[in-house]
């Protein structure tokens, strides 16, 4: 009669219970959390970051380019907010190596796996942008006059455009 029930334990608590205090034998209840929930997109390799009144494309952690080849890879789903764009090469596993290439002046390129490279968008993102509409027009029409594209990843921007943010070709 002098103390309460134990604790419900659930699928994500353990080491539930009451624990006795100096001012009553049982007053409290305990719970030690065995799990966390963990947040789906933690791990996606990139970010869109402010600078002033811009915004860039910053890529997250070590290895960026290879780990969103392999979330793509997967057919992981991106996070709100992005988009991936369509390619014509079916999804496939590659190393995770990454080599930078210093000479491109526009983007930001990455070797990966010796199979692909990652272009990175490095100007400020603003819509409406034509590469987008530009590059799936040539995918869709199977253009083979220019590098095979895996795919695209796009961002959308506060007035709702979509601007691409990276591209694997």
């Given at each position: 009669r002098g103390r309460p029930a134990p604790a419900r334990r659930s699928g994500l608590a353990t080491g539930c219970g009451s624990a006795p205090t100096s001012s009553s034998a049982w007053a409290g209840s305990t719970?030690?959390?065995?799990?966390?929930?963990?947040?789906?997109?933690?791990?996606?390799?990139?970010?869109?970051?402010q600078a002033g009144a811009d915004r860039?494309?910053?890529?997250?952690g070590s290895t960026p380019?290879?780990?969103?080849?392999?979330?793509?890879?997967?057919?992981?789903?991106v996070p709100p907010g992005f988009r991936w764009a369509p390619g014509t090469h079916a999804a496939e596993s590659v190393?995770?190596?990454?080599?930078?290439?210093?000479?491109?002046?526009?983007?930001?390129?990455?070797?990966?796996g010796d199979r692909l490279v990652?272009?990175?968008?490095?100007?400020?993102?603003?819509?409406?942008?034509?590469?987008?509409?530009r590059l799936r027009r040539l995918v869709d029409a199977r253009f083979e006059?220019?590098?095979?594209?895996?795919?695209?990843?796009?961002?959308?921007?506060?007035?709702?455009d979509w601007v691409p943010v990276v591209t694997a070709v």
């Amino acid at each position: 009669r002098g103390r309460p029930a134990p604790a419900r334990r659930s699928g994500l608590a353990t080491g539930c219970g009451s624990a006795p205090t100096s001012s009553s034998a049982w007053a409290g209840s305990t719970c030690a959390v065995a799990a966390e929930r963990v947040d789906p997109w933690e791990d996606f390799p990139l970010i869109v970051g402010q600078a002033g009144a811009d915004r860039f494309v910053r890529p997250l952690g070590s290895t960026p380019s290879a780990r969103l080849v392999a979330w793509w890879a997967e057919g992981r789903d991106v996070p709100p907010g992005f988009r991936w764009a369509p390619g014509t090469h079916a999804a496939e596993s590659v190393p995770a190596t990454e080599q930078y290439i210093d000479v491109d002046q526009t983007n930001r390129s990455v070797i990966v796996g010796d199979r692909l490279v990652l272009k990175w968008v490095t100007t400020p993102l603003v819509g409406p942008h034509p590469a987008p509409e530009r590059l799936r027009r040539l995918v869709d029409a199977r253009f083979e006059a220019m590098p095979e594209v895996w795919f695209g990843v796009e961002w959308r921007t506060g007035e709702g455009d979509w601007v691409p943010v990276v591209t694997a070709v």
